[in-house]
């Protein structure tokens, strides 16, 4: 099954802007593979912030929006609040699998 | 609202078995698909399982194909995952999700609270 990859943490300061990035093995994310991303706090079940590359469920806060950027899937917070500091997720669809990414850790600092 | 309520984890030896359910609540549970996610201590997700609103398709982790087995009865809104010839590497905590269309293959809505599994000698 295809790996799929993220950084492993960044930081950002209060006010500020953030791109976290999605990227597979098999070659460029494309909307074709559905790309979600979740929160997840310490202690708390993962949480769906975006769907389907843009869509952003009834709950998202509007500073965080879906994109694709360079063959990737992308995350932007922008105007960072310190509730946002959390482990991010992001999962691709293939043809029989779904797979999560390695996941960044978010430090609002 | 929406709910998910796993049950049936607890501690195993290795290589024995262990069955996960997960009751549904609060939407048209054959509307939809469901998965199976784990997550070890201070790991990431990683996809365990999922199966189509009907039951027609099932996917399954290479890591756990061959030992795992995930059905539904939608008549009883319930999912189970029967998981065989357990291992250390198998100790996570496993959520059960819903999909957020009707489809195998594509990302999931709601979580449930996630039930423990932890396989040791």
């Known amino acids: 099954q295809a790996v799929v990859t993220q950084e492993s943490s960044l930081t950002v300061s209060p006010g500020g802007t953030i791109t976290l990035t999605c990227g597979s093995s098999t070659g460029a994310v494309t909307t074709g593979h559905y790309p979600f991303w979740f929160q997840q706090k310490p202690g708390q079940v993962p949480k769906i912030l975006i769907y389907d590359t843009t869509n952003k469920q009834s709950w998202t806060p509007a500073r965080f929006s879906g994109s694709l950027l360079g063959g990737k899937a992308a995350l932007t917070l922008s105007g960072a609040q310190p509730e946002d500091e959390a482990d991010y997720f992001c999962l691709l669809s293939y043809g029989g699998s779904v797979v999560f990414g390695t996941g960044t850790k978010v430090t609002v600092l | 609202e929406v709910e998910l309520v796993e049950s049936g984890g607890g501690w195993v030896q290795p290589g024995r078995s262990l069955r996960l359910s997960c009751v549904a609540s609060?939407?048209?549970?054959?509307?939809?698909?469901m998965h199976w996610v784990r997550q070890a201590p201070g790991k990431g997700l990683e996809w365990v399982s999922s199966i189509r609103w009907d039951g027609g398709d099932i996917g399954y982790a290479d890591s756990v194909r061959g030992r795992f087995t995930l059905s539904r009865d939608n008549g009883k809104n319930s999912l189970s995952l029967q998981m065989n010839s357990l291992r250390a590497e198998d100790s996570a905590l496993y959520y059960c999700?819903?999909?957020?269309?009707?489809?195998?293959?594509?990302?999931?809505?709601?979580w449930g609270q996630g039930t423990t599994v932890t396989v040791s000698s």
């Open positions: 609060g939407f048209t549970f054959d509307d939809y698909a």
């Open positions: 999700a819903k999909g957020r269309s009707s489809g195998t293959y594509y990302g999931m809505d709601v």
